[in-house]
C-alpha cells in the first residue's frame, strides 16, 4: 500500500496568511496526487487534482504543487472560510486507494 | 443538479448486516465509477471500496473484503454497499463518492468530485 504522510497535522494561523500543507508518498506517484477539503460535519470536497489543476470553483488562492513523492497545498491568503481539514489522496494504485491523515486548519 | 444522497445507516449489534444506499441525481451512476469512504467521528478518511461503470469490476479495502459488498441499480440509479458481520471497528461515516475520470495523453487520471453528505453507521451492543 501506499502510505500519504501529510505535515503538519494541525496549523493555528490567521486570516490573510499563506498557508502551506505538504504531502508525502512512501513511494513515487507521479503527478497522481488529489485534494479535498472538508469542513466540519460537511463531506469532503474537491480542490486540487492531478496535483495542480484547480477544480472548477474552486478560488485561485488554492494552488497545488509537486511531482514524485512530495507534494503541496497552498493557500496564499487565508480566508475565514477556509478554516478546515485538508486531505491529500493518492490515485497512483488504486488498491487501495489511500488518503493523508489530513491537516487541521485552525484559527489562532 | 448533481448530487447523492446517503440512506440506510443506523446502530446495529455486532455481527449484524445493513444496507447503505446512495441516490444519484443530475447524472448516471451506470456511466460512473463509484466509491464508498468512510470516516470514523474526529479521525481520517478511509477508502473503503469502488465499483466500475457497468459493474463487472469491485473492489474493497482488505479490512471489510468478504463482508461488505457493493453493487448499483441502474435502473433506480443507485449505488448500495451491503455489510454483513458487522464489527465495532466498523462504526462511521459512510460517503458515497462519484469518480470522474479523465485522460490527458497517455496518462489516465481520476477523483472523486461528487459526494453525498454521508451516513452514520454505528456498531454497538
Known amino acids: 500500500d501506499i502510505q500519504m504522510t501529510q505535515s503538519p497535522s494541525s496549523l493555528s494561523t490567521s486570516v490573510g496568511d499563506r498557508v502551506t500543507i505538504t504531502c508525502r508518498a512512501s513511494?513515487?506517484?507521479?503527478?497522481?496526487l488529489n485534494w479535498y477539503q472538508q469542513k466540519a460535519g460537511k463531506a469532503p470536497s474537491l480542490l486540487i487534482y492531478?496535483?495542480?489543476s484547480l477544480q472548477s470553483g474552486v478560488p485561485s488562492r488554492f494552488s497545488g504543487s509537486g511531482s514524485g513523492t512530495d507534494f503541496t497545498l497552498t493557500i496564499s491568503s487565508l480566508q475565514p472560510e477556509d478554516f478546515a481539514t485538508y486531505y491529500c489522496?493518492?490515485?497512483?494504485?488504486?488498491?487501495?486507494?489511500?488518503f493523508g491523515g489530513g491537516t487541521k486548519v485552525e484559527i489562532k | 443538479e448533481v448530487q447523492l444522497v446517503e440512506s440506510g445507516g443506523g446502530l446495529v449489534q455486532p455481527g449484524g448486516s445493513l444496507r447503505l444506499s446512495c441516490a444519484a441525481s443530475?447524472?448516471?451512476?451506470?456511466?460512473?465509477?463509484m466509491h464508498w469512504v468512510r470516516q470514523v467521528p474526529g479521525k481520517g478518511l478511509v477508502w473503503v471500496s469502488r465499483?466500475?461503470?457497468?459493474?463487472?469490476?469491485?473492489s474493497y479495502a482488505d479490512s471489510v473484503k468478504g463482508r461488505f459488498t457493493v453493487s448499483r441499480d441502474n435502473a433506480k440509479n443507485t449505488l448500495y454497499l451491503q455489510m454483513n458481520s458487522l464489527r465495532a471497528e466498523d462504526t462511521a461515516v459512510y460517503y458515497c463518492?462519484?469518480?470522474?475520470?479523465?485522460?490527458?495523453?497517455?496518462?489516465?487520471?481520476?477523483?472523486?468530485?461528487?459526494w453525498g453528505k454521508g451516513t452514520t453507521v454505528t456498531v454497538s451492543s
Open positions: 463518492a462519484r469518480d470522474y475520470r479523465f485522460r490527458d495523453g497517455d496518462n489516465y487520471y481520476f477523483y472523486m468530485d461528487v
Open positions: 443530475g447524472f448516471t451512476v451506470s456511466n460512473s465509477w
Open positions: 465499483i466500475n461503470s457497468d459493474g463487472s469490476s469491485t
Open positions: 513511494q513515487t506517484i507521479s503527478n497522481y
Open positions: 492531478a496535483a495542480s
Open positions: 489522496q493518492q490515485s497512483f494504485s488504486t488498491h487501495p486507494l489511500t
